[in-house]
């Protein structure tokens, strides 16, 4: 485990050990992995054929067939890797559930062809998960990297970030819980991050977003 808590991050070598997002002074856990051969070629063959984004509110209990109803018509073609992925997801939502003591998990799941929130900032939630499934990943700034009176006035990316050589971002596949602006006796704010140019790159990503409230629908 890598942590730096002047930073207020920390890199786990255990998904169980994303939990230390709870600690007051942490607001961001990465666990980096790899996926197995399966599910990355089910990834590719989604990407390629698209598909209509899962987007919905529910108890994670309920998650197995919202997920399948979904992707019926994937399922008869490529049923195995569907299993698999479901898996995975099913195990990140039961983690994070665990994490942030809620079983009502508001879940998007799908592909990203535009830059959505292209300005640093943080969101208006407790907890949120997020896993880049394919593509680029999130990026965010550590503590000593930000102008926070850039950043609360509302200011462009370039007065926001001291150094943008320091400019941190998620791996493919890497699974981060970070905090947002809601999150109760914290020693340290919501994490400040923004997702990656891809529009002018043509390029797509594959990305689960799982927010332990629902008030706001930002990345």
């Known amino acids: 485990m890598i942590q730096n ?17 709870q600690k007051e002074d942490i607001n961001i856990t990465i666990y980096e992995r790899e996926l197995p051969k399966s599910i990355n070629s089910y990834l590719n063959h989604i990407l390629n054929e698209g598909f209509r984004p899962l987007n919905v509110s529910l108890n994670i209990n309920e998650f197995k067939n919202s997920f399948d109803n979904h992707f019926k018509e994937l399922i ?13 997801i099913e195990n990140l939502l039961f983690q994070f559930s665990e994490i942030c003591n809620n079983n ?16 640093f ?5 407790e907890l949120r998960m997020l896993c880049t499934y394919k593509g680029q990943g999130t990026m965010w700034l550590s503590e000593d990297n930000i102008n926070h009176e850039a950043l609360n006035s509302f200011k462009e990316n370039e007065e926001i970030v001291l150094n943008n050589e320091a400019v941190n971002q998620l791996n493919e596949r890497d699974v981060a819980i970070i905090k947002g602006a809601l999150y109760p006796n914290s020693k340290v704010g919501g994490l400040v991050h923004r997702s ?24």
């Open 5 to 21: 808590v002047t930073d207020h991050f920390s890199y786990v070598s255990k998904f169980s050990d994303l939990s230390l997002i």
């Open 76 to 88: 008869l073609k490529y049923k195995e890797e569907h299993q698999h992925l479901k898996k995975d």
């Open 104 to 119: 009502q998990l508001k879940i998007f799941f799908g592909i990203v062809d535009t830059d959505m929130c292209k300005r």
């Open 121 to 125: 900032h943080v969101d208006m939630y």
């Open 196 to 219: 990656p140019a891809i529009e002018n790159l043509k390029q797509k990503r594959i990305i689960l977003r799982v927010d332990s409230n629902s008030l706001i629908d930002s990345i």
